[in-house]
C-alpha cells in the first residue's frame, strides 16, 4: 500500500504526507457488524484540508476523520480516492477503512494555532462521518467539541443514524456557533436502497433523524440525492421521496441528480449490469458526455421536485440553508453541476 506520502485526496489538494507506514495499525474485530472488514488506524499528521476552487463552494475547508466506507453504495464517487492507497476501489473501499485515530487532538490544536481564522469546516464531505466504523471508534465527539470549544461554525451532511448519539453536542454547538447538518434520501423506494446504498440505514431510518434533529431545534436539511436516471425518477417516486421529506419537517430540500465520475462509474456501471441490464445501454448515452447527466434533465429533476416541494411546504433551500448544505449548493444555479470534491451522501 501507498501509505507514504498520501495526500488527503489529490483532487481536493490537502496537506501531503498525513501519515507515514509505521503509523499504520491495522485490525480486524470478529463482531457481526464488523465482520470482512478490515481498519487501518492511522495517527495523521494533518486534519483541516482545504479546498481548491472553494470560490464555487460554500465552504473552504474540510475535515475527514475516515476514508474508505462501510455503507457502500455503488455510486459513491469517494471510491477513487481509495485508489490513491493502492487500495481497490470497489470492495476495498466499503471494506477497508481508514481511521485517523488522532482526529479529534489534532483539529483541537489546529484550531488553537493563531493562523487558524475560524473557517466554516464541512465534514461528510468526502465519505461519511457516521459510518459504523464511528460506533467503535467514536471520533465525532471529540471533533465537535473542539468546535463547540472554539465556536467555530461547522456542518455535517450524512446517511448515519449514529448523529442521533451526538444530539447534546450538536446542540451546545449550535447555541454558541452556525451549525447546519443535512442528511442525503434520494429516494424512498426500498427495494432500489437494498440493492444500491446496501450499506446505509433506510431512507426511512435517515428520516427519522431528520425528525428527531429538528424536534430538537437544530433544523436539518435533506440533500435528495442522488436521484437516479430510470429507476428513481418516475414522478410518484419523487412525489412520494418529497412528501416523506416534508412529513419529517426538513427545512430544505436539495435535489441533485446522480453523477458517475471515473472510480464510481465503472463501480456503477458493473452493478448497473447485474440488476438493470436492460438500461445499460440507456445510461451509455444519458453519460455519453462525461461524468454528468444531460442539463435538460438535471433541470426537469430540479424543477420537479422544487414544485413538490412547494406543494408540500417546503420552500427552496434559502441562502442561509444552503450554506449549511455541504454539497451541490455551491453551484451558480442548481442544474450546473461542477466537479466537486464532494460525494453524494
Ligand atoms: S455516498 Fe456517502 S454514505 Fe455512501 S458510501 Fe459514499 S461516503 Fe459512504
Redesign the pocket.
Known sequence: MRWDNLAEDPGTGGDSALFGTSAVTTRTFDTPEFRGITFHEVRARSILNRVPGASRMPFEWTVNPYRG?????V?????RTHSYLDLDTGLG??SQIVVKVNAPELLRRQLASRRWQGAHVAM?T???CY?RAEGRYRLMPGILQALRDHANPFSV????TLILRDLDLLRQAADVTEVGISV?VGFTDPELWRTV?P??PSPERRLGVVRALTGAGIGCGVLMAPVIPFLGDRPEQLRATVRAIAAAGATSVTPLVLHLRPGAREWFMSWLRAHHPHLVERYERMYAEGAYAPKWYQRRVTRQVHELAAEYGIGPASPRSRRALPEPAAQEAPVTLEPTQL???
Open positions: 466506507c462501510t455503507h457502500a453504495c455510486y459513491c464517487f469517494a471510491r473501499f466499503d461528510g468526502n465519505v461519511d459510518q451532511l450524512t446517511k448515519g442525503s446504498e450499506g446505509t460525494t453524494l451522501l
